[in-house]
């Protein structure tokens, strides 16, 4: 039977109610603003994007994916870099992922003819970051499922290139992609050039990753036969200045992190990608000495849904201060006129997210999400030449960038921020050729900051504290003062808690009601990362706790927590914390609470405290834990948790070296079996780091 017109119409409108439905209406152009970064959905929430990675490079014609697994927004930034550069130098087409958005049942499928690049960070204790864990779990897998595997080298096809990002001063350097490496090898995968490491510890991570790209980049181009061209700068955003949007009108962002917030109805669940604005109910300096100062605050979660547990972290989202968005904005000839101009950004290839909502001011992007006061990379500055305002800089700027001992000691040693390295570069005239793209593409994302949480989710809560030092420092030479983003936006927060109107901390001063007066009545925004770093279940079982200066922190909350269970009638072990600082009459801290907690348990609780500039010998907790190291290792015997929390760099590892030592000399063993020892102790979780 034909069909009359009645009918075909019902049926078209039939069949595109349900597109309608199923497409939620983003046919319809409900959604379909493309400078509305999906960023702005905030919760985390990608919903509808395909988890299918091989499906996602060829619709959208890539040949090469760079994987990164990230925690602090370096691996991320490594992974964007060497994208652009395989794209610019060598006509790769490449694209960019996050290990968290994809799945890998089908890495047996990995086509032959295109390449996966992985850059992984490893965090903590030789843990995966968070965005990788499941990633780390399935390659690492017993015996992964692959969707068609076959035999035992599923992963044939797949060509891969790998860096990790490290710190050698904990025992497990870069064990992610040593790991990943090792797994994907077994799997039949074939590596292209070596796989490289960079040392946060030494110091050396950026040009641990110079030194490593090159010959990677030769062995590359000799293996998939890859012709190398004159790189050309491409943007990868399209901004757009929207002289006709007022910066006020509703739907521009001001700094508010996601959708929620800026239609004020901020909600959880909260998390990385969605803030809970926290009330500080209370704020104060521990000390303040002639350099440094020491802030405790109490954070109000009540209400929010959020939760912790003693010894999680709680992560503060700073906001860089007035000081250094002026510079900035300034250099770049985006001050005055342009800075509150409404900005809509676009990322021009379909893989590429922009970092932050929109649209958007570009004071909001420079106060708000971009990293501006970081450390300068050197490949960032020899970028940078094509820019310059004149021929001499342009000079100049080439020679940083080629140079690598000229860059450390004109950039890296003088700790210049980005604003501050082009001041003077071009004695102050404006930089107005940089594409602002450039600047999104080149400048991290600003990062939130992790604090050990130093109250006790059992005394308090729904009240987080923290404890952090003012970070405040002057290199040899330098001409600025480096201070640290969030701690002094904390200090000023403090201060305005306090009764000062419009505090300027250390010469700084922040927008402190936050976009819009959101954060008005000091408000911070937070999330809470839970931790493995945790008492032991049972109270009864003694505890060692080594915490100088702010590794205190979560010892605090550890001896709160057994101080409030002893009061109430439990059993509580033996509580022995060592801390160490300066000065006892300068930067000691909590001590009249330790008075107090020590009155609660009693006999059960013992504190050693090492001063190093009191008397005319340095004293330090290591020498405190060999003056006890026959009750320690007693202690060790009865099971006890030994915790170390604070400096990775010296304190940490000369504890562990330490513990080692008085095993071995306690118990009458070799050295190398009291080493072992202590590994046995980290692997059962008694022996246990918080350290940075
Ligand atoms: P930032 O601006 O991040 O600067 C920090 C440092 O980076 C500077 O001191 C400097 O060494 C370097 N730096 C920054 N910019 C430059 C530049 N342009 N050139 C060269 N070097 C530069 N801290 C506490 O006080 N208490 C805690 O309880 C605590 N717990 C932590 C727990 C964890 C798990 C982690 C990872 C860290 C913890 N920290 C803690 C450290 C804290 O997260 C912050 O790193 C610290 O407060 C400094 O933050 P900031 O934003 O003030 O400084």
């Not at 000390?287 to 605050?297: G, Q, S, T």
């Not at 000062?500 to 010469?507: C, D, K, R």
Request: negative net charge; glycine residues 8%; contains cysteine.
């Amino acid at each position: 039977a034909q069909l009359d017109t009645l009918d075909l119409i019902v049926l078209v409108v039939l069949a595109l109610a349900t597109v309608a439905y199923f497409t939620k209406g983003t046919y319809w152009g409900v959604q379909q603003d493309p400078y509305a970064s999906s960023f702005a959905n905030g919760n985390g929430a990608k919903a509808g994007k395909s988890r299918d990675i091989i499906e996602k490079m060829e619709e959208s014609d890539k040949n090469c994916v760079v994987f990164y697994g990230s925690q602090t927004g370096t691996a991320e930034d490594y992974a964007s870099r060497l994208s652009k550069e395989g794209y610019q130098r060598f006509g790769l087409r490449t694209m960019v992922a996050d290990l968290e958005d994809y799945d890998f049942e089908n890495l047996d499928k990995f086509p032959e003819d295109k390449l996966a690049i992985f850059v992984l960070a490893t965090y903590g204790e030789g843990e995966p970051t968070d965005n990788a864990v499941e990633f780390y779990e399935f390659i690492n897998g017993e015996d992964p499922s692959f969707s068609e595997a076959e035999g035992d080298t599923p992963l044939k096809n797949l060509k891969y290139v790998a860096f990790g990002l490290g710190n050698n001063t904990y025992e497990h350097y870069n064990s992610m992609v040593r790991n990943v490496n090792k797994a994907l090898e077994k799997l039949g995968a074939t590596r292209i050039g070596e796989a490289g490491e960079g040392d946060d510890g030494a110091g050396t991570m950026e040009e641990d990753f110079l030194a490593w790209k090159e010959p990677m980049w030769s062995a590359l181009s000799e293996k998939l036969g890859l012709e190398e061209r004159e790189a050309v700068y491409e943007a990868v955003f399209d901004v757009q200045e929207k002289a006709d949007i007022d910066a006020n009108a509703d739907h521009v962002y001001l700094g508010e992190p996601n959708k929620n917030h800026l239609e004020g109805q901020s909600k959880g669940p909260y998390g990385a990608n969605n803030p809970y604005i926290a009330p500080i109910s209370e704020s104060k300096e521990l000390f303040k000495a002639k350099d440094r100062n020491c802030l405790h605050m109490e954070i109000d979660i009540a209400g929010s849904n959020l939760s912790y547990t003693t010894g999680d972290h709680v992560a503060i989202w700073p906001t860089n201060s007035g000081k250094e968005v002026d510079r900035f904005l300034s250099i770049i000839d985006l001050d005055v006129d342009r800075r509150h101009t409404v900005i809509a950004v676009k990322a021009l290839d379909p893989t590429a997210k922009v970092p932050f909502p929109s649209p958007t001011t570009y004071e909001a992007v420079v106060r708000y999400h971009m990293e501006i006061c970081a450390p300068v990379s050197r490949q960032f500055v020899a970028a940078l030449a094509q820019f310059a305002p004149n021929d001499d800089v342009k000079a100049e700027v080439t020679k940083l960038g080629e140079d690598k001992d000229y860059f450390n000691a004109q950039v890296s040693k003088l700790h210049l921020n980005i604003a501050q390295l082009l001041e003077i570069l071009s004695k102050g005239e404006k930089w107005t050729k940089v594409p602002f793209s450039f600047f999104i593409e080149g400048i991290h994302k600003i990062q939130p900051r992790y604090y050990s949480i130093s109250s006790s989710s059992l005394v308090q809560k729904d009240k987080i504290s923290i404890t952090a030092v003012v970070e405040s420092s002057s290199a040899p030479n330098a001409p600025h003062v480096l201070k640290g983003v969030t701690t002094n936006y904390l200090l000023a927060l403090k201060e305005k808690q306090h009764g000062v109107e419009n505090p300027e901390v250390n010469g700084l001063n922040y927008a402190i009601t936050g976009p819009r007066n959101k954060y008005d009545g000091i408000h911070v925004p937070v999330h809470v990362r839970h931790s493995n770093f945790k008492l032991p279940s049972d109270p009864s079982k003694p505890i060692i706790m080594v915490g100088p200066g702010t590794g205190v922190a979560p010892f605090r909350g550890f001896v709160q927590e057994r101080a409030a269970l002893a009061k109430k009638g439990e059993k509580v072990g033996k509580t022995l914390l060592f801390f160490g600082c300066r000065k006892k009459a300068e930067d000691f801290m909590y001590e009249d609470e330790w008075k107090q907690y020590a009155a609660d348990l009693g006999d059960s609780f013992e504190m050693h405290t090492a001063f190093s500039r009191d008397g005319p010998e340095k004293v330090y907790v290591q020498h405190k834990i060999k003056a006890v190291a026959k009750e320690i290792n007693e202690l060790l015997q009865q099971k006890a948790y030994f915790y170390v929390c604070g400096d990775a760099a010296v304190m940490a590892r000369e504890v562990n070296q330490l513990l080692g030592k008085i095993i071995s000399e306690q118990r009458g063993i070799p050295e190398q079996k009291g080493e072992d020892a202590v590994k046995a102790m980290r692997a059962s979780n008694q022996y246990q780091e918080d350290v940075w």
